[in-house]
């Protein structure tokens, strides 16, 4: 029994494939927004991608570009069919086609669909690389003098600057690395030895963050030195003082910033994958509608179209099936041919030859 079974005249085939291939050249658009959302996530990262560590962060970005370039081909291609469907005698060309553009189409909306619920499962690897990014970027702060690390500080600052945020996990990861450069360091001062002397590594560390992390719109004058000594500074409890630099971490802040955009993407996504799926299901309809048409050999008659010719139980055995024969047809069986009748048939109408056969001798 078909599923979904529909009945169309003529003028109902014909208006479906023209609002087919309206919704087509409309779902070409959409294949440019998903190409487009794509681009923008892939730059959105690179222009970060130096506190990002190397990982599998652009799989979407990717995977939305591809799926747009192909969204355009296809429904480019879905367009003209639709177009031509209008024509019976027109369809007859595109009859043996449709039926495998359906299944790619098929196969298409679904990558759509993986693609739209990566933009939503991405939030762990997405963190994991802030958090490694973040930490190199933090500890490599003072090599201003080094190549391949001088522009660190200055990315940092920007960072902290833009996103209002401080250190990775927030403003004490500063208490725990040298940030200082050596060469701003006065080896002449007791403070300074005593702080190196200090540490087991030999690091400089100080209960202070960089300028970056100051946040402007405190009334009181940035406090970024001896954070946690309160003798240090009048009428300052860094306890219960709100302090006048940012709390959040830049993990977090980041982690927020794409997080919100892969959702407004995702959701963007969803969308076109409903859209898509609704053009297949018409598209669908029009095939088979048009397909029962041409077996009638009334082109003016009505004309019965479907989702599925039988149910969904029957379908997948069927297909199921196909799929366990599938190579079988043509596998040889060395064994049964050696037994097979029509090896080696000896024509008895021309003739008998004298074959002289020797025997074996037996061993000795």
């Known amino acids: ?10 003028t109902k085939r014909d208006k479906l494939a023209q609002v087919l291939w309206i919704l087509n050249w409309v779902s070409v658009v ?14 959105e990262i690179k222009k970060r991608n130096e506190v990002m560590a190397k990982g599998d962060i652009n799989s979407v970005p990717n995977m939305l570009i591809s799926v747009g370039v192909i969204a355009c081909i296809i429904n480019f291609l879905g367009g003209k069919i639709c177009y031509d469907c209008s024509d019976a005698n027109k369809f007859s060309r595109w009859k ?12 298409f909306t679904f990558c759509i669909l993986v693609g739209a619920l990566m933009c939503y499962t991405m939030r762990n690897e997405l963190e994991e690389s802030l958090y490694l990014g973040l930490r190199d970027a933090i500890k490599f702060y003072k090599d201003t003098d080094i190549p391949g690390r001088c522009f660190l500080k200055k990315t940092v600052d920007l960072l902290q600057i833009g996103f209002r945020c401080c250190g990775n996990n927030g403003f004490r990861d500063w208490f725990e690395i040298q940030w200082v450069s050596p060469r701003y360091l006065n080896m002449a001062s007791k ?44 009428n300052y409890d860094f306890l219960t003082e709100e302090l006048n630099i940012w709390m959040k971490g830049c993990r977090e802040a980041l982690l927020d910033y794409y997080t919100g955009i892969m959702r407004s993407i995702g959701i963007a996504a969803l969308l076109i994958w409903l859209f898509e799926l609704s053009v297949l299901i018409g598209v669908r309809y029009l095939q088979t509608a048009m397909k029962n048409v041409l077996l009638l050999g009334d082109l003016e008659g009505e004309s019965d179209g479907w989702l599925l010719e039988n149910s969904f139980v029957e379908t997948a055995k069927y297909n199921i099936n196909i799929i366990k024969n599938l190579g079988k047809a043509n596998q040889i069986s060395t064994v049964s041919s050696m037994n097979d009748p029509n090896i080696d048939v000896q024509n008895t109408e021309s003739g008998k030859t004298n074959i002289t056969t020797k025997s074996i001798p037996a061993a000795r």
């Open 191 to 234: 403070e300074v030895l005593d702080r190196l002397k200090s540490n087991v590594d030999g690091k400089f560390l100080v209960d202070g963050v960089p300028f970056s992390c100051c946040n402007p719109s405190s009334p009181r004058p940035c406090i970024q030195y001896q954070l946690t000594n309160n003798s240090a500074h009048y």
């Open 1 to 10: 029994m078909a599923v979904l079974k529909v009945k169309f005249t003529k």
């Open 30 to 43: 959409s294949g440019i927004i998903l190409f487009s959302l794509g681009l923008f996530l892939k730059i």
């Open 96 to 107: 043996l086609v449709m039926l495998p553009y359906i299944v790619c189409t098929f196969c």
